[in-house]
């Protein structure tokens, strides 16, 4: 298996541009997350899906932060309008749902800059 | 909710030598843990996990140790590599959801 794929790897963007990150999880993993890494805050977590269906999205920072999961091999996160602040490390991770292990496989990120 | 600390956000240790990292945690709720490593420009990677109902396991030159009662939890390396140079964070979980440490980092010293 190829793992948790992230696109892009890299994006630089303006201020006040839109930018969507794109996540293709494991085949066959039930439950889809979307984190953010800064060196302030360490890894938060802002969405995560089950089943494509979103089950907390309580870590998202604000509106101008959205997240679908149209079907279980593809997800995106969009920053409408983006700003110097969402400047992080996004992953997105996979996990299979099973009963005695809740293990997180992460794809490699993508570092968004915002200037 | 829950609240996850390290103990050190930095470590050095000499090459051959063991190494201990810990993590504090505040939900005695808690039912997994486990440990990731992650390299620079790299996503973090499964070490070893525990379930609340063992107090230690191990992997191949890895230990976790987890004192519910203190609600404390460590990773320890045998033999320490200079491949083991990364980032180590603990998680917490509870209801598939995992809380992250702010990590610490490790240097491995020749």
């Known amino acids: 298996d190829a793992g948790v794929i992230q696109s892009p790897r890299h994006e630089v963007t303006e201020m006040g541009q839109e930018v969507t990150l794109r996540c293709k999880p494991i085949s066959g993993h039930d439950y889809l997350f979307w984190y953010r890494q800064t060196m302030m805050r360490g890894l938060e977590l802002l969405i995560y899906?089950?089943?494509?269906?979103?089950?907390?999205d309580s870590g998202m920072p604000e509106d101008r932060f959205s997240a679908k999961m149209p079907n279980a091999s593809f997800s995106t996160l969009k920053i409408q309008p983006s700003e110097p602040r969402d400047s992080a490390v996004y992953f997105c991770?996979?996990?299979?749902?099973?009963?005695?292990?809740?293990?997180?496989?992460f794809g490699p990120g993508t570092r968004l800059t915002v200037t | 909710g829950e609240s996850v600390g390290l103990h050190l956000p930095t470590l050095s240790v000499q090459e051959g030598d063991n190494s201990i990292i810990n993590c504090a945690y505040s939900?005695?709720?808690?039912?997994?843990f486990i440990w990731y490593k992650q390299e620079s420009g790299k996503g973090p990677q499964f070490i070893i996990d525990i379930r609340s109902n063992m107090d230690k396991r191990q992997g191949q030159r890895v230990t976790v140790l987890l004192n519910k009662t203190v609600k404390h939890l460590s990773l320890q390396i045998a033999a320490t590599q200079p491949g083991d140079s990364a980032v180590y964070f603990c998680a917490v979980g509870s209801a598939r959801q995992l809380t992250f440490g702010s990590g610490t980092q490790l240097t491995v010293l020749p």
């Open positions: 939900n005695s709720a808690s039912d997994y």
């Open positions: 899906f089950n089943n494509n269906v979103p089950i907390d």
């Open positions: 991770a996979s996990s299979p749902g099973l009963a005695y292990s809740y293990e997180q496989y």
